[in-house]
C-alpha cells in the first residue's frame, strides 16, 4: 500500500503547501509582527545569554532580546541599549563636544586669574591658559611641567582642583614656543589645549590712578575700578569683544530650559523623571534576595512601561517668570573685565569665575535685576576689591534679595511684581585685614545708594530691612552662625534713618502659605516658589490621608513649613529636625498661626528617630526623658495641654548652613546674637536619662550647657517648662511620616527605623533629588532576606565609587525582617520653571 493512501490528510496537506508555497510564510510574518506590536520592548536589549554562550541561546528565534547589533532595535524613548556599540559611538561623541564646547569657553571665563601687573600685558598676548591639566596639580607642578618641556615663562600659577593653569610670557618667541610645544600635548588621559586669556579692561584704564589708591593691611593696592567710563563706550574700544560671543550665555546656564514652550519644558521634566524611576524597579529587582519571590509592584512594571509606580503627571508652577522670592547674585567681573552683579558663568573647578547680568534670566524678578543694577553700579566707584575667588582676598561677595508676598491677594501673572510687599537685602563681604574706617565709610555709601535706587525708582521699590553678612570662608555659603548686622538706611522722603534696638530681630519679612503667616529671617529657607509650594504640601497631605485620628511625624521638618499647613487636618504633629535654631523659629511660627497641636524634637533624625517611635508608638506611653523629677511630681496635674509641645537639643549643630541648605527649610530663625540675660540650665532642667533626645554628641542639656550653648538657646530652653514636657502621650490609629530631607537623602538608620516599626503604615517622600528618593525606596521597598548579613567596612574604598543604588542595593542585605514598602503612585510638582529640577513626591504603603 502506498504512503498517499496511508497518510491522505499529511499528502493533502503536502500538496497544499506546493500549490500556495507563500500562504505559510504570510501567516508567520503576521505573528511576528503581532508579536512586535504587542510588546514595545522587542529586540530593544542585547541578550547577555547568547553572548556568555558564544552565540548561542536556548530560547532561539523566539528570545525577546536581540542577538547581535544587527538585531538591535531603537526604544520607544529613540535610545539604543548602553551595552550596545551605537550607545558607546554616540556617548563618546556628546562628550567630545561637550569638551570641545567646555574648552571654547574656558578662553574667556576666568576673569580672576590674572593681577594688575598680568593685566598690562595681556593685552599684548604673553598670557595664555593652559585647558585639560591634572586637578590635583599646584603651581609647583605646573611649574615642573613648563621646564620639562622647554617651555621659558614668567610666571604659572595652578590652583588644585581646578582644570585650568595660567602662564605669562615674556616675549612673543617665548609664546610661539609654548603654544607648539604645549597646544595639543597628552597630559593623563587629556589633550592640552592652549588658550589665550582677556584683559580686564576696566582695570587696565584705571592703572594710572592705581598709586592714589590706599591699601589693606597686607600691602595690596584696592583697586577702584570704572572711574567715569560708560560700559558703552568700554565694549566699543574692546578689541576682543568677538570673542565674547564664542563665550556662554547667562541665561542658557541658569535656565537651560527656557528656550522651550513651558509645556515642552513639563514633558521634557516628565520624561527625565520615568527614566529615574524605571531605575528604582530595575535595582530592586537586583535585590531582591535569592529564594524570595519578587513583589507584586516589580512584576507588574511591566504593565506601565517599566515604572515601579503610575507617574500621574507634573503639576504645573502657577507662576512661569519671574517666580523666584530669593535671588543670590554672586560679585565678580564680567567677560570684559567689568565690576558686575549676577550668575557665574559656570563651574569654578571648570575654570569658570566670569559673572554677567541677569536681566535675561526668566526666573528672576524685576525687583530683584533692579537691586542688583543698583548695587552693580555701586560698585563702579568703590574703593574697596572685589572677592577674588582664586586669591580668596577681597571685600564684596554677594547680594542676596528676599521677597516677601502680600497677604490674600491674588496672584498677577502679567506682573508677579505687584505682589511683593516686603523685600530683604543681604549684602556678604569679608571684612578681614580692612580698615575699619574704609569698611563704615563704604557701608554708609552702600545703604544711601539702596535708599536712594529704592525709593526714587518708578515705581517705588519695597525695602524693608538691609543685612550685612560677615563671611570668611571661600565658598559664598556662609554658616548659619556667620555675624549679621543691620544696617540703617534713609526712610523715603522724610529722610529718616531707620534704628531699632534690637536690630537682628527687626531683620525680617513675613510670607504666606495656605493662609499661614511666616516669618523669614535672614538666613532661613524657604521655598523660591511660593505658590507652588503651596500646591506641594496640599498633595502631601491629600495623599497621606489625614485626619482628626492621625499622628503626623514630619521628618527633617525644618523650621515646620509642612507640619504646620497640615496641623488643621490632624490631631497632632510631631516634627523632627537638627537645628536648634530651626526648631525655635517653628516653634515662633506656631504661636504666631495660634496652632497647639505641634510637638518639634531637636536632635539629629538618625539619633532620636527611635526614641520618639517608641514613645508615641508603643504601649505604655512613655512620658519624655528631659524633665526635672521634682517638677513632674508637683505639676503632673497641672500640666497644660493648650501650649505647644517643644523640645530644644542644648547641643549647637554648626553642620549645617541655611543659605542653599535642603534642611534648614523654615521660616522665622532667631538670631544667636540677640541680648539674653544667660541663665544656669542645672536650674531648671535635671539632667535627663540617656535617651534618644538626649544631645547628639552624647551629653545631657547641663553638660551642654557648660560647654558654651548659646543665650537665645539657653533662653528657649528655659521657656519650655515641665508643663510642655510632661503632657501624656495620646496614641493614635493612624500613623502617617512625610518625609523631607535634604539632597543626600534620609539616613540609612532613619530608612531602617520605618521600616521595622509595622505601624507606620503610610509613607510621603518629598524628593528634591529624585536619585536619592531612588536610591531610599530601594531600600524601603525590597523583600528582606532570610538570614541578614553583617556589614563590614573592609572594602568601603570600593563603596565610595559606587553609585547610591548600588549602596542601596548592598544595605539591604543587612535589613532587619520587616514587611516592606510598595511604591503606590507619584506626582511632579514644577517648583522651578525654565530649569531641569523639579519636585518628586511618592506615596509608599504596605
Same mark, same amino acid.
Given at each position: 500500500?502506498?504512503?498517499?493512501?496511508?497518510?491522505?490528510?499529511?499528502?493533502?496537506?503536502?500538496?497544499?503547501?506546493?500549490?500556495?508555497?507563500?500562504?505559510?510564510?504570510?501567516?508567520?510574518?503576521?505573528?511576528?509582527?503581532?508579536?512586535?506590536?504587542?510588546?514595545?520592548?522587542?529586540?530593544?536589549?542585547?541578550?547577555?545569554?547568547?553572548?556568555?554562550?558564544?552565540?548561542?541561546?536556548?530560547?532561539?528565534?523566539?528570545?525577546?532580546?536581540?542577538?547581535?547589533?544587527?538585531?538591535?532595535?531603537?526604544?520607544?524613548?529613540?535610545?539604543?541599549?548602553?551595552?550596545?556599540?551605537?550607545?558607546?559611538?554616540?556617548?563618546?561623541?556628546?562628550?567630545?563636544?561637550?569638551?570641545?564646547?567646555?574648552?571654547?569657553?574656558?578662553?574667556?571665563?576666568?576673569?580672576?586669574?590674572?593681577?594688575?601687573?598680568?593685566?598690562?600685558?595681556?593685552?599684548?598676548?604673553?598670557?595664555?591658559?593652559?585647558?585639560?591639566?591634572?586637578?590635583?596639580?599646584?603651581?609647583?607642578?605646573?611649574?615642573?611641567?613648563?621646564?620639562?618641556?622647554?617651555?621659558?615663562?614668567?610666571?604659572?600659577?595652578?590652583?588644585?582642583?581646578?582644570?585650568?593653569?595660567?602662564?605669562?610670557?615674556?616675549?612673543?618667541?617665548?609664546?610661539?614656543?609654548?603654544?607648539?610645544?604645549?597646544?595639543?600635548?597628552?597630559?593623563?588621559?587629556?589633550?592640552?589645549?592652549?588658550?589665550?586669556?582677556?584683559?580686564?579692561?576696566?582695570?587696565?584704564?584705571?592703572?594710572?590712578?592705581?598709586?592714589?589708591?590706599?591699601?589693606?593691611?597686607?600691602?595690596?593696592?584696592?583697586?577702584?575700578?570704572?572711574?567715569?567710563?560708560?560700559?558703552?563706550?568700554?565694549?566699543?574700544?574692546?578689541?576682543?569683544?568677538?570673542?565674547?560671543?564664542?563665550?556662554?550665555?547667562?541665561?542658557?546656564?541658569?535656565?537651560?530650559?527656557?528656550?522651550?514652550?513651558?509645556?515642552?519644558?513639563?514633558?521634557?521634566?516628565?520624561?527625565?523623571?520615568?527614566?529615574?524611576?524605571?531605575?528604582?524597579?530595575?535595582?530592586?529587582?537586583?535585590?531582591?534576595?535569592?529564594?524570595?519571590?519578587?513583589?507584586?509592584?516589580?512584576?507588574?512594571?511591566?504593565?506601565?512601561?517599566?515604572?515601579?509606580?503610575?507617574?500621574?503627571?507634573?503639576?504645573?508652577?502657577?507662576?512661569?517668570?519671574?517666580?523666584?522670592?530669593?535671588?543670590?547674585?554672586?560679585?565678580?567681573?564680567?567677560?570684559?573685565?567689568?565690576?558686575?552683579?549676577?550668575?557665574?558663568?559656570?563651574?569654578?573647578?571648570?575654570?569658570?569665575?566670569?559673572?554677567?547680568?541677569?536681566?535675561?534670566?526668566?526666573?528672576?524678578?524685576?525687583?530683584?535685576?533692579?537691586?542688583?543694577?543698583?548695587?552693580?553700579?555701586?560698585?563702579?566707584?568703590?574703593?574697596?576689591?572685589?572677592?577674588?575667588?582664586?586669591?580668596?582676598?577681597?571685600?564684596?561677595?554677594?547680594?542676596?534679595?528676599?521677597?516677601?508676598?502680600?497677604?490674600?491677594?491674588?496672584?498677577?501673572?502679567?506682573?508677579?511684581?505687584?505682589?511683593?510687599?516686603?523685600?530683604?537685602?543681604?549684602?556678604?563681604?569679608?571684612?578681614?585685614?580692612?580698615?575699619?574706617?574704609?569698611?563704615?565709610?563704604?557701608?554708609?555709601?552702600?545703604?544711601?545708594?539702596?535708599?536712594?535706587?529704592?525709593?526714587?525708582?518708578?515705581?517705588?521699590?519695597?525695602?524693608?530691612?538691609?543685612?550685612?553678612?560677615?563671611?570668611?570662608?571661600?565658598?559664598?555659603?556662609?554658616?548659619?552662625?556667620?555675624?549679621?548686622?543691620?544696617?540703617?538706611?534713609?526712610?523715603?522722603?522724610?529722610?529718616?534713618?531707620?534704628?531699632?534696638?534690637?536690630?537682628?530681630?527687626?531683620?525680617?519679612?513675613?510670607?504666606?502659605?495656605?493662609?499661614?503667616?511666616?516669618?523669614?529671617?535672614?538666613?532661613?529657607?524657604?521655598?523660591?516658589?511660593?505658590?507652588?509650594?503651596?500646591?506641594?504640601?496640599?498633595?502631601?497631605?491629600?495623599?497621606?490621608?489625614?485626619?482628626?485620628?492621625?499622628?503626623?511625624?514630619?521628618?527633617?521638618?525644618?523650621?515646620?513649613?509642612?507640619?504646620?499647613?497640615?496641623?488643621?487636618?490632624?490631631?497632632?504633629?510631631?516634627?523632627?529636625?537638627?537645628?536648634?535654631?530651626?526648631?525655635?523659629?517653628?516653634?515662633?511660627?506656631?504661636?504666631?498661626?495660634?496652632?497647639?497641636?505641634?510637638?518639634?524634637?531637636?536632635?539629629?533624625?538618625?539619633?532620636?528617630?527611635?526614641?520618639?517611635?517608641?514613645?508615641?508608638?508603643?504601649?505604655? /506611653?512613655?512620658?519624655? +526623658?528631659?524633665?526635672? =523629677?521634682?517638677? *513632674?511630681?508637683?505639676? $503632673?496635674? #497641672? &500640666?497644660?495641654?493648650?501650649?505647644?509641645?517643644?523640645?530644644?537639643?542644648?547641643?549647637?549643630?554648626?553642620?549645617?548652613?541655611?543659605?542653599?541648605?535642603?534642611?534648614?527649610?523654615?521660616?522665622?530663625?532667631?538670631?544667636?546674637?540677640?541680648?539674653?540675660?544667660?541663665?544656669?540650665?542645672?536650674?531648671?532642667?535635671?539632667? /535627663?536619662?540617656?535617651? +534618644?533626645?538626649?544631645? =547628639?554628641?552624647? *551629653?545631657?542639656?547641663? $553638660?551642654? #550647657? &557648660?560647654?558654651?550653648?548659646?543665650?537665645?538657646?539657653?533662653?528657649?530652653?528655659?521657656?519650655?517648662?515641665?508643663?510642655?514636657?510632661?503632657?501624656?502621650?495620646?496614641?493614635?490609629?493612624?500613623?502617617?511620616?512625610?518625609?523631607?530631607?535634604?539632597?543626600?537623602?534620609?539616613?540609612?538608620?532613619?530608612?531602617?527605623?520605618?521600616?521595622?516599626?509595622?505601624?507606620?503604615?503610610?509613607?510621603?517622600?518629598?524628593?528634591?533629588?529624585?536619585? #536619592?528618593?531612588?536610591?531610599?525606596?530601594?531600600?524601603?521597598?525590597?523583600?528582606?532576606?532570610?538570614?541578614?548579613?553583617?556589614?563590614?567596612?573592609?572594602?568601603?574604598?570600593?563603596?565610595?565609587?559606587?553609585?547610591?543604588?548600588?549602596?542601596?542595593?548592598?544595605?539591604?542585605?543587612?535589613?532587619?525582617?520587616?514587611?516592606?514598602?510598595?511604591?503606590?503612585?507619584?506626582?511632579?510638582?514644577?517648583?522651578?520653571?525654565?530649569?531641569?529640577?523639579?519636585?518628586?513626591?511618592?506615596?509608599?504603603?504596605?
Amino acid at each position: 500500500m502506498s504512503t498517499e493512501t496511508l497518510h491522505p490528510k499529511l499528502n493533502c496537506q503536502d500538496s497544499s503547501e506546493q500549490l500556495n508555497p507563500t500562504e505559510k510564510r504570510k501567516r508567520e510574518e503576521t505573528d511576528t509582527t503581532s508579536t512586535e506590536q504587542q510588546n514595545p520592548l522587542w529586540k530593544t536589549t542585547l541578550c547577555s545569554y547568547f553572548r556568555r554562550n558564544d552565540g548561542s541561546c536556548s530560547h532561539g528565534e523566539t528570545c525577546r532580546y536581540a542577538h547581535g547589533e544587527s538585531e538591535l532595535r531603537v526604544r520607544p524613548d529613540n535610545t539604543w541599549d548602553p551595552t550596545s556599540e551605537r550607545a558607546k559611538k554616540l556617548a563618546k561623541k556628546d562628550n567630545d563636544d561637550k569638551g570641545e564646547n567646555a574648552e571654547k569657553c574656558n578662553d574667556v571665563m576666568m576673569t580672576d586669574a590674572l593681577d594688575d601687573e598680568e593685566c598690562s600685558i595681556s593685552g599684548l598676548g604673553l598670557s595664555k591658559c593652559l585647558v585639560n591639566l591634572p586637578m590635583k596639580w599646584s603651581s609647583d607642578n605646573l611649574r615642573c611641567f613648563l621646564k620639562g618641556n622647554g617651555v621659558a615663562f614668567k610666571s604659572a600659577k595652578k590652583k588644585k582642583g581646578m582644570a585650568v593653569g595660567f602662564v605669562t610670557l615674556e616675549n612673543a618667541e617665548q609664546v610661539k614656543t609654548a603654544v607648539k610645544e604645549l597646544d595639543g600635548k597628552l597630559v593623563g588621559n587629556k589633550n592640552l589645549k592652549v588658550g589665550d586669556v582677556i584683559p580686564r579692561q576696566f582695570e587696565r584704564k584705571g592703572n594710572s590712578a592705581m598709586s592714589s589708591l590706599p591699601t589693606n593691611q597686607q600691602g595690596e593696592k584696592q583697586t577702584q575700578a570704572g572711574d567715569g567710563l560708560d560700559s558703552d563706550e568700554t565694549e566699543a574700544e574692546d578689541p576682543t569683544g568677538d570673542s565674547v560671543l564664542k563665550g556662554r550665555c547667562v541665561r542658557d546656564v541658569v535656565t537651560p530650559l527656557a528656550k522651550m514652550p513651558y509645556a515642552d519644558q513639563l514633558e521634557h521634566k516628565k520624561s527625565s523623571l520615568t527614566q529615574t524611576l524605571k531605575r528604582l524597579t530595575r535595582n530592586a529587582r537586583k535585590a531582591c534576595p535569592t529564594g524570595v519571590s519578587l513583589p507584586e509592584w516589580i512584576l507588574k512594571a511591566r504593565e506601565i512601561g517599566g515604572l515601579p509606580c503610575k507617574l500621574e503627571g507634573i503639576i504645573e508652577s502657577p507662576l512661569i517668570n519671574g517666580y523666584r522670592n530669593k535671588c543670590e547674585f554672586s560679585v565678580g567681573y564680567s567677560v570684559l573685565g567689568k565690576p558686575t552683579v549676577g550668575f557665574q558663568l559656570g563651574n569654578f573647578r571648570e575654570g569658570v569665575t566670569a559673572v554677567e547680568e541677569p536681566v535675561d534670566c526668566p526666573n528672576v524678578s524685576s525687583i530683584a535685576c533692579k537691586y542688583a543694577a543698583i548695587f552693580q553700579d555701586f560698585l563702579q566707584q568703590s574703593k574697596l576689591p572685589i572677592w577674588n575667588r582664586l586669591n580668596n582676598t577681597g571685600f564684596w561677595r554677594q547680594l542676596t534679595v528676599r521677597e516677601g508676598r502680600m497677604p490674600g491677594k491674588i496672584v498677577e501673572v502679567e506682573n508677579p511684581n505687584a505682589n511683593s510687599s516686603e523685600v530683604m537685602l543681604i549684602v556678604q563681604v569679608s571684612t578681614l585685614t580692612f580698615d575699619d574706617a574704609l569698611v563704615s565709610n563704604e557701608l554708609q555709601g552702600l545703604a544711601k545708594a539702596f535708599a536712594v535706587g529704592a525709593f526714587g525708582s518708578s515705581p517705588t521699590l519695597p525695602l524693608t530691612a538691609l543685612v550685612l553678612q560677615d563671611h570668611t570662608g571661600i565658598s559664598n555659603v556662609a554658616p548659619a552662625d556667620a555675624p549679621l548686622r543691620v544696617l540703617p538706611f534713609s526712610s523715603g522722603e522724610s529722610g529718616s534713618q531707620q534704628h531699632t534696638d534690637n536690630a537682628i530681630a527687626e531683620a525680617k519679612i513675613h510670607d504666606f502659605i495656605n493662609g499661614l503667616k511666616f516669618c523669614i529671617s535672614p538666613t532661613a529657607f524657604f521655598q523660591v516658589n511660593t505658590l507652588a509650594a503651596e500646591k506641594l504640601y496640599s498633595l502631601a497631605g491629600d495623599w497621606a490621608s489625614l485626619g482628626p485620628d492621625t499622628l503626623l511625624f514630619d521628618v527633617c521638618c525644618g523650621t515646620g513649613t509642612i507640619g504646620l499647613t497640615l496641623a488643621n487636618r490632624v490631631g497632632m504633629v510631631v516634627g523632627i529636625e537638627m537645628n536648634a535654631s530651626a526648631v525655635s523659629d517653628a516653634q515662633r511660627n506656631a504661636e504666631i498661626n495660634g496652632i497647639k497641636n505641634c510637638r518639634f524634637i531637636c536632635g539629629k533624625a538618625e539619633d532620636v528617630m527611635g526614641s520618639v517611635l517608641k514613645e508615641y508608638l508603643a504601649s505604655p /506611653p512613655k512620658v519624655d +526623658g528631659i524633665r526635672d =523629677t521634682e517638677e *513632674k511630681n508637683n505639676q $503632673e496635674n #497641672s &500640666a497644660s495641654t493648650e501650649k505647644t509641645d517643644f523640645i530644644v537639643n542644648a547641643s549647637e549643630t554648626d553642620e549645617e548652613s541655611d543659605i542653599g541648605s535642603e534642611n534648614g527649610k523654615g521660616m522665622c530663625i532667631a538670631p544667636d546674637t540677640t541680648p539674653i540675660e544667660k541663665i544656669d540650665s542645672t536650674d531648671s532642667i535635671a539632667e /535627663p536619662e540617656k535617651t +534618644g533626645l538626649e544631645c =547628639t554628641n552624647g *551629653k545631657s542639656l547641663s $553638660e551642654s #550647657s &557648660a560647654d558654651g550653648i548659646t543665650e537665645s538657646e539657653t533662653q528657649l530652653m528655659k521657656s519650655c517648662s515641665s508643663e510642655n514636657l510632661t503632657t501624656t502621650v495620646q496614641h493614635f490609629k493612624n500613623v502617617v511620616a512625610i518625609v523631607d530631607p535634604p539632597r543626600a537623602g534620609l539616613h540609612p538608620t532613619v530608612i531602617k527605623l520605618l521600616r521595622t516599626n509595622s505601624r507606620m503604615r503610610r509613607l510621603v517622600y518629598i524628593s528634591c533629588n529624585p536619585e #536619592s528618593l531612588v536610591a531610599n525606596a530601594i531600600e524601603l521597598c525590597t523583600p528582606s532576606p532570610d538570614e541578614t548579613e553583617k556589614g563590614n567596612n573592609k572594602n568601603n574604598i570600593r563603596w565610595r565609587k559606587m553609585s547610591s543604588a548600588s549602596l542601596a542595593r548592598h544595605r539591604t542585605k543587612s535589613m532587619p525582617i520587616s514587611e516592606p514598602f510598595r511604591p503606590v503612585k507619584a506626582m511632579a510638582v514644577d517648583l522651578f520653571p525654565h530649569s531641569p529640577h523639579c519636585e518628586l513626591v511618592m506615596l509608599l504603603e504596605r
